[in-house]
T-cell receptor, first 115, second 116 residues
Framework: DTEVTQTPKHLVMGMTNKKSLKCEQHMGHRAMYWYKQKAKKPPELMFV???????INESVPSRFSPECPNSSLLNLHLHALQPEDSALYLC??????????????FGSGTQLSVL | AQKVTQAQTEISVVEKEDVTLDCVYETRDTTYYLFWYKQPPSGELVFLIRRNSFDEQNEISGRYSWNFQKSTSSFNFTITASQVVDSAVYFC?????????????FGTGTQLKVEL
């Protein structure tokens, strides 16, 4: 299994809702990432977990809350989002820890719309 | 600070034409890695190549080739005999060890459209 699987593929939520994005990989990778990508822009790093510990938080607002329950699973909990948070949220993984500069394996993303 | 510049926002070619995507980077790290990723309309970024700063050999993989020149801080990507399936956004990216490693700095991307 060489895939990173993200669910749901599409999500529409109101500003008062609470929702979660899920990411799963079964390649034994030890680093997992959340990226945010606005239309026609490059991906922007949000969070990195290395060996199930949060290693990088790129000053992301607290309405985004990451969670890594185990080495295969990464969640992004969403609460009280703003319309400007509408974007494609990409999950990625890499075999080693964060300092290895290895290639990333990306999921196909969750397209989020905040109304 | 790291920076990646992809000056070409959009390129349109006719199938079977060769096309080169430009990438220029800036970094203070002496050891760093350069990447190219492809993002088709389906959304996921697909890894194409990784190069480290000590390896300036050009590389060819099928219809793809990469030209890494440290002297000009460039890492250009050429597709030979382009095909409609090559239509995608292509991102050049840089990763160094400043700030803990594996924090990719992406360029703004080049949208490649290959038409029949």
């Amino acid at each position: 299994d060489t895939e990173v699987t993200q669910t749901p593929k599409h999500l529409v939520m109101g500003m008062t809702n609470k929702k979660s994005l899920k990411c799963e990989q079964h390649m034994g990778h030890r680093a997992m990432y959340w990226y945010k990508q606005k239309a026609k822009k490059p991906p922007e790093l949000m969070f990195v977990y290395s060996y199930e510990k949060l290693s990088i938080n790129e000053s992301v607002p607290s309405r985004f809350s990451p969670e890594c329950p185990n080495s295969s699973l990464l969640n992004l909990h969403l609460h009280a989002l703003q319309p400007e948070d509408s974007a494609l949220y990409l999950c990625a993984s890499s075999p080693g820890g964060i300092a290895t500069n290895e290639k990333l394996f990306f999921g196909s993303g969750t397209q989020l719309s905040v109304l | 600070a790291q920076k990646v510049t992809q000056a070409q926002t959009e390129i349109s070619v006719v199938e079977k034409e060769d096309v080169t995507l430009d990438c220029v980077y800036e970094t203070r790290d002496t050891t760093y890695y350069l990447f190219w990723y492809k993002q088709p309309p389906s959304g996921e970024l697909v890894f194409l190549i990784r190069r480290n700063s000590f390896d300036e050999q050009n590389e060819i993989s099928g219809r793809y080739s990469w030209n890494f020149q440290k002297s000009t801080s460039s890492f250009n990507f050429t597709i030979t005999a382009s095909q409609v399936v090559d239509s995608a956004v292509y991102f050049c990216a840089l990763s160094g060890f400043t700030g803990g490693g594996n924090k990719l700095t992406f360029g703004t991307g080049t949208q490649l459209k290959v038409e029949l």
